[in-house]
Nanobody
């Protein structure tokens, strides 16, 4: 069973930065397509950023230029560096792993952007 554990969320002021981490179990992490999603109250879960096993990345338009997704296969970890945070970035952020039939979610980490 693949397990994903997110960390790094918290309360930050507008304009601030946070780095989320997602540690994965398993020996074939390098083959997983990884993604960060978020869900704000009353809204659907949406893709924020994704990274393929080959390192190609994609971003939602709302975070382009502010967020960066990266992965360290040696540490079985994917990161989301979030800069210039806005109140509308407030949400629970979830890590996701996909590989073949595998589609696994982490438990989520709360990010709150408020003064």
């Amino acid at each position: 069973q693949v397990q994903l554990v997110e960390s790094g969320g918290g309360l930050v002021q507008p304009g601030g930065s946070l780095r989320l981490s997602c540690a994965a179990s398993g020996s074939i992490f390098r083959l997983y397509a990884m993604g960060w999603y978020r869900q704000a109250p009353g809204k659907q879960r949406e893709l924020v950023a994704g990274i393929t096993s080959g390192g190609s990345t994609n971003y939602d338009d709302s975070v382009k230029g502010r967020f960066t997704i990266s992965r360290d296969n040696a540490k079985n970890t994917v990161y989301l560096q979030m800069n210039s945070l806005k109140p509308e970035d407030t949400a629970v952020y979830y890590c996701n792993a996909k590989y073949g039939l595998l589609n696994r979610w982490g438990q989520g980490t709360q990010v709150t952007v408020s003064s």
